[in-house]
């Protein structure tokens, strides 16, 4: 009989595991939070991009507002953060909440903002 302190790792041998993993839950429960929806197919990296997104875009967000979206309740956060569409990839998700992101920082940082005028 064999014995080893090693754990096994089904993806470093090229077995994919029907389990989720840990990191795979959080970013499923991180981005539901949200309000974005998830099917379940996607793959951790694709997981991992809709989340780094959807930060992206409350950062923005945030400097645009000039407040913290953390202290707004949990619905209203998943009101701001915009939805993802039926038939939308999250690569497309990613990509279009990313231009909604770089669009907030622009007008963050246009110089009539806090002035008042046009």
Known sequence: M???DRHDDPEREG???DTPSYQTLVAVRTL?????DVTGSESMAELTLMQSAVEEFRRAAET???RAMSSLSDERSRQVIPPRAADETPRQ???RVSR???RFRSLAQSPGRDRGTR
């Open 2 to 4: 064999m014995t080893s």
């Open 15 to 17: 077995i994919r595991s």
């Open 32 to 36: 539901q939070e949200h309000g974005v």
């Open 64 to 66: 645009l507002a000039g």
């Open 93 to 95: 998700y990613a990509e």
């Open 100 to 102: 909604m992101a770089d």
